[in-house]
């Protein structure tokens, strides 16, 4: 059984940085896509950068020069820098399995205040 589990979330000042991970397990086809989105109260769930198993990301432009997604096989990250309150939110992580389908983690809260 795939599973997805994110680490890394807390409380921080405006200015400050955190770094989440993530890790699949359980799946013996490859991980291609992977990706972190986040929902905040009130609002949808929007993806804030995505990576491909050729390391090309994407952002979402309100975390452009902020915030840097990686990944080292099946494991990936999210470095925040210059964090501000509007980024705070639940942030998940998303894999796509090759032949599976598309695999959610549990969520981890962000939470960006003074």
């Known amino acids: 059984q795939v599973q997805v589990v994110e680490s890394g979330g807390g409380l921080v000042q405006p200015g400050g940085s955190l770094r989440l991970s993530c890790g699949v397990s359980g799946s013996s086809f490859s991980v291609d896509a992977m990706g972190w989105y986040r929902q905040a109260p009130g609002k949808e769930r929007e993806l804030v950068a995505a990576?491909?198993?050729?390391?090309i990301a994407n952002y979402v432009d309100s975390v452009k020069g902020r915030f840097t997604i990686s990944r080292a096989r099946d494991t990936l990250y999210l470095q925040m820098n210059s964090l501000k309150p509007e980024d705070t939110a639940v942030y998940y992580c998303n894999a796509v399995v090759s032949r599976l389908g598309d695999y959610w983690g549990q969520g981890t809260q962000v939470t960006v205040s003074s």
């Open positions: 990576i491909s198993s050729l390391n």
